[in-house]
């Protein structure tokens, strides 16, 4: 019987339908390889376990009792990505300068076309309160990959991705802020990821509201292109 599964990967979605309930956990690994460049020995699918923990490359894939279109999150890097991060830096002209930097986002910020695409954000992107914000305290807005959840790791999984001592430390910033937790990737995800992490249910602090890639804007840099 064949599957159709959907994988969510560097904020793409890539449909599989080639494989079969006969197929391994190593065979679907291979196919993404061929639509990501992601190494199978690299790759992190979160959400595939067997007796509750992750499903081992020759565990086939109608033991994991699949529904059809289930979505899965891959986490991985290519080499060549691996190799920009790890590797020296460049010996040239072309390294940027941070004053530079901030000459440049001085400029893009003011621009009509952004402060129109900013307005718009504002009037249209709808902000789902959690908690009230409370009297007197300030804002803290924190990312979730790279920052709360350790999104380059080899860990197996998602609450051995999260930051080390991470419930005491929104614990503590709760005290004096409100906090607020941002992605650049789409709400289900973001919630998906907090509810693992144990964030979105913690007694000890009270997240105010989230915002997702809706809430963000492109803006075009003559250096750096589209951002």
């Known amino acids: 019987m064949s599957l159709s599964l959907i994988i969510k990967w560097g904020g793409q979605e890539y449909t599989i339908t080639s494989l079969s309930e006969e197929d391994t956990v190593l065979d679907l690994k291979q196919s993404l390889k061929g639509l990501t460049g992601v190494l199978p020995e690299r790759q992190k699918l979160l959400g595939l376990k067997m007796k509750g923990k992750p499903a081992d490359d020759d565990v086939k894939l109608g033991a994991l009792k699949l529904k059809p279109n289930t979505k899965i999150m891959m986490m991985g890097t290519r080499e060549e990505s691996l190799e920009d991060v790890l590797g020296p830096p460049p010996d040239n002209d072309d390294v940027v300068n941070d004053f530079d930097i901030e000459e440049e986002v001085v400029e893009v910020e003011n621009r009509e076309e952004n402060l129109l695409k900013i307005s718009r954000r504002v009037k249209e992107y709808k902000v789902e309160i959690l908690n009230p914000p409370r009297e007197g305290k300030k804002l803290l807005v924190l990312d979730v990959d790279y920052t709360l959840f350790d999104h380059r790791s080899c860990a197996e999984t998602g609450v051995e991705l999260m930051r080390p001592y991470l419930h005491e430390f929104l614990t503590s910033a709760y005290e004096d802020y409100d906090i607020v937790i941002w992605s650049a990737t789409n709400m ?40």
Request: proline share 2%.
């Open 188 to 227: 289900k995800w973001i919630e998906a990821k907090m509810k693992e992490l144990g964030v979105s249910t913690n007694a000890n602090y009270k997240i105010t509201f989230m915002l997702d890639s809706a809430a963000m804007i492109t803006v075009h840099t003559p250096r750096r292109g589209l951002i």
